[in-house]
């Protein structure tokens, strides 16, 4: 089983909402990343967890907030955004960072921000 | 500046053509993946390729990994109209983080 599960597929949030977008995988991978895909341009890498602790964070605003409550769960909070926010949320996991570090994607959410 | 460069970046063609899409580099890379992505929906891995000179086939599609790991391509025989996509390759540079090309658009016309 490859399958990594993202919820909800499709949110829609005022610049004052707080929501959160959820991420699941039950490879036993112990790498979990977020990725922001705005439309015609590839994915961009946003943060990186590696077993459960923070490693990279490509300096995205601090109105994004990820959690990695265990190893299959990973979430990102959104606070305040704003609409050039908007865009399609990837969630990808892998075995471990590094090596051959193959990325398994979920289905994305397609966030929009009024 | 592109650590993964995809060409051609659009290609329209007729079903049952033959069509090669390119990713290359001037950065090794410990591995390579390709992805297939549809709108709106996440990318789909295809394939991994490790080994220099690696050549991996997926039924109509034929990965190919570049003896000094800097490059790859994707060839697919006999396209149908499902094949339409973004093609997408990825991969670590040595000593970076995980990079996307920019992708290949492939419309294929029944």
């Known amino acids: 089983d490859t399958e990594v599960t993202q919820t909800p597929k499709h949110l829609v949030m005022g610049m004052t909402n707080k929501k959160s977008l959820k991420c699941e995988q039950h490879?036993?991978?112990?790498?979990m990343y977020w990725y922001k895909q705005k439309a015609k341009k590839p994915p961009e890498l946003m943060f990186v967890?590696?077993?459960?602790?923070?490693?990279i964070n490509e300096s995205v605003p601090s109105r994004f907030s990820p959690e990695c409550p265990n190893s299959s769960l990973l979430n990102l909070h959104l606070h305040a955004l704003q609409p050039e926010d908007s865009a399609l949320y990837l969630c990808?996991?892998?075995?471990?960072?590094?090596?051959?570090?193959?990325?398994?994607f979920g289905p994305g959410t397609r966030l929009t921000v009024l | 500046t592109q650590l993964l460069e995809q060409s051609p970046q659009f290609l329209s063609i007729q079903e049952g053509e033959n069509l090669t899409v390119y990713c290359n580099s001037s950065?090794?890379?410990?591995?390579l993946q390709w992805y297939r992505q549809e709108p709106g929906e996440g990318p789909v891995l295809l394939v991994t390729v490790v080994t220099g000179g690696e050549v991996k086939k997926l039924k109509r599609l034929t990965f190919q990994f570049g003896d000094a790991r800097k490059d790859s391509s994707l060839h697919i025989t006999a396209a149908q109209p499902g094949d339409t996509g973004l093609y997408l390759c990825?991969?670590?540079?040595?000593?970076?983080?995980?990079?996307f090309g920019p992708g290949t658009r492939l419309s294929v016309l029944p």
């Open positions: 950065s090794v890379f410990s591995s």
């Open positions: 990808a996991s892998s075995q471990e960072v590094g090596g051959t570090d193959t990325q398994y």
């Open positions: 490879m036993g991978h112990r790498a």
């Open positions: 967890y590696s077993y459960e602790k923070l490693s």
């Open positions: 990825a991969g670590r540079p040595e000593g970076q983080n995980f990079v």
